[in-house]
């Protein structure tokens, strides 16, 4: 006995939901598998309160100094507010009203131009009136320089046995 159109399309459409719900199911499981990675564990959180990805940074010892890109694709300079402290870097943004304007009309979005706030913690106290800051390329890198410069300690390679 033949099922009937309504029948097979009902079928097909429960299986569409079904797929959908395996997918995100697992989309959860990801996410949630990734929180420990992003909070605890003594690694600093790379996403907001709102799940937005804040700027990605590197930091490196220059004997003298510390030198901190952070990748802000999209922002202006004028929209960076940068404060320096003894032990922290502060740097956020605020978003603009016109660029959410203009991705009104977007077909796609998945970069984003958010507002956002991120704190740097630095090894050694730094000397904050000092602070140079300079964006080339959507890399907005920082000259943090020493209280008490000590040369960088370079790597002893280290026998396993």
Not at 12 to 20: A, F, G, S
Not at 72 to 84: H, Q, R, S, Y
Not at 90 to 113: D, L, N, T
């Amino acid at each position: 006995m033949a099922k009937s159109g309504k029948i097979v399309k009902r079928e097909e459409n429960r299986q569409i939901r079904h797929l959908d719900d395996v997918f995100e199911n697992f989309r959860r499981e990801i996410e949630n598998a990734m929180k420990p990675w992003s909070t605890g564990f003594g690694f600093p959180s790379l996403f907001d309160s709102e799940g937005i990805r804040l700027p990605l940074c590197d930091m490196v010892d220059k004997g003298n100094r510390f030198e901190l890109q952070l990748e802000i694709p999209g922002i202006d300079k004028d929209k960076l507010n940068v404060k320096a402290t003894g032990n922290s870097v502060e740097v956020s943004a605020e978003k603009s009203e016109e660029a959410e304007e203009k991705r009104k009309g977007y077909i796609y979005s998945e970069r984003s131009q958010s507002s956002f706030y991120r704190m740097i913690p630095v090894p050694e106290e730094i000397v904050p009136s000092k602070v140079n800051a300079k964006v080339n390329n959507g890399i907005l890198t920082l000259e943090l320089p020493k209280k008490n410069p000590s040369k960088a300690q370079q790597a002893t390679k280290v026998d396993v046995k």
